[in-house]
């Protein structure tokens, strides 16, 4: 029996994706639950997996081709013997290791003999284009895998007039650069290599677009301030053994500051409020979104009901999103709901920058590397571990005084933080 392969649900108005990568070959043996296929959304990258044990016997959607809620990736016959091994051939490229996305389409190689086919396999979006462009394979140089030819390569041909540029005895890298991942360059190369072309993914052009809508709506405006460091270094260098034996997670900073930013808007409303038409919706919860830097861009899973849980709780929670981020793991639901933001470029060595908002939210803050300074305590210059805090927020929903007041909130419970365990 034919089992169909198609599309979930993605989630909240998401209905498109992008066929990232298959896990199987046609002809593989596949198991119930296993994963057979990888989607690419705007927003997180999922796994589709086998409903029922059998053999995969059609793959439809090439990877690298979009496609639609609902919409037939391929069949599984169920209850058939499949190889274990990798076949001869086979309608799919080999699959990549783990990646979520890749630059250019690997698409699926077809079996049937064309008279334009020579012992160098064109990949089938290529084939399409050889076929309605009457080309010479054998004129044609393949930089893809295994020196298949991509794409790209045929469109460059067709730029030059039906041969590839490049001549045989180019001294290129067998992997080149159509082979890097979405948004990152290769590394070093040669210099006759001075430009890379590489597509975009989902996942970078939804952060595009969201970045320049904060721009084009939200009147935003920044204002900075910053912390003395030194209490909260204390008491985390007293008790962090104490608290990793006791709850099995590290006392990290993240914990600190979520719970400083939900006391402060707790006491100030229109930091974690949003516009919805002529109206200001007002959030009486607390979904912080903790920005995290993945491989493919950066992601904003969601700590739901922060000001319910406790420092180990947050902790436990901050981590396991992270890692789900890294992993490539994030649902939709772990993206979804936040009421305000923190991002930490200080990870990265920033010293000071203004973050940008994350839309519909009407601020975020940015966290940055703490380095120590001359400052004056009471009348003495003394060296301390200082870090500046940025709040960007919506000067449409909120006022100076109120994004100043927030932010002297945020630093007097840090250098003080038995206030923040004491509620006060």
Not at 131 to 156: A, F, M, P, Q, W
Not at 260 to 272: D, G, M, S, T
Request: charged share 30%.
């Amino acid at each position: 029996m034919a089992i169909e392969i198609r599309v979930p649900i993605l989630g909240e108005s998401v209905t498109e994706a992008t066929v990232g990568q298959w896990f199987k070959k046609v002809g593989d043996a596949v198991a119930k639950d296993e994963p057979i296929v990888e989607l690419e959304t705007d927003k997180v990258t999922l796994e589709v997996n086998a409903t029922e044990a059998g053999r995969l016997d059609e793959i439809i959607v090439a990877e690298g081709e979009d496609v639609e809620v609902g919409a037939l990736l391929g069949q599984i016959a169920a209850g058939a013997s499949g190889k274990e091994a990798e076949p001869a051939a086979t309608k799919t490229e080999e699959a990549k290791p783990a990646e979520p996305a890749v630059a250019l389409p690997a698409e699926k190689t077809e079996d049937k003999p064309e008279s334009t086919k020579s012992d160098v396999n064109a990949l089938p979006a290529a084939q399409k284009l050889i076929d309605e462009n009457n080309l010479d394979v054998s004129k044609l140089k393949g930089t893809g895998k295994d020196g298949r030819i991509t794409k790209g390569d045929v469109l460059e041909a067709l730029d030059n007039g039906g041969s590839s540029a490049a001549p045989a005895t180019s001294d290129k890298p067998s992997t080149p650069a159509p082979e890097a991942k979405p948004s990152e360059p290769s590394g070093p190369r040669s210099e006759e290599d001075r430009e890379e072309r590489v597509k975009m993914s989902r996942l970078r052009k939804s952060i595009a677009s969201r970045l320049k809508e904060a721009q084009n709506t939200a009147a935003m405006l920044t204002t900075y301030n910053e912390v003395d460091m030194g209490a909260m270094l204390d008491l985390r260098t007293e008790y962090k053994e104490l608290f990793l034996k006791k709850h099995g997670v590290k006392l990290g900073f993240m914990s600190f500051f979520t719970k400083a930013c939900v006391a402060a808007l707790k006491e100030l409303p229109a930091v974690n409020a949003e516009i919805d038409g002529d109206y200001l919706v007002y959030k009486n919860y607390y979904n912080m979104g903790i920005a995290v830097g993945t491989s493919s861009g950066l992601v904003v899973p969601v700590l739901r009901d922060a000001d319910k849980l406790s420092f180990a709780e947050v902790e436990k929670g901050i981590g396991e999103l992270g890692k789900k981020a890294r992993d490539g793991k994030l649902s939709m639901p772990d993206l979804q709901g936040g009421t305000f933001t923190i991002t930490n470029g200080g990870v990265y060595g920033s010293l000071m920058s203004s973050p940008i908002l994350n839309p519909p939210q009407a601020a975020v803050l940015g966290m940055h590397k703490i380095q120590e300074r001359p400052m004056v305590v009471k009348g003495e210059i003394k060296i301390r571990p200082m870090m500046y805090l940025a709040l960007t927020y919506d000067h449409r929903i909120i006022d100076g005084k109120e994004a100043v007041t927030f932010l002297v909130r945020v630093k007097d419970a840090l250098e003080d933080p038995q206030r923040l365990l004491l509620d006060l």
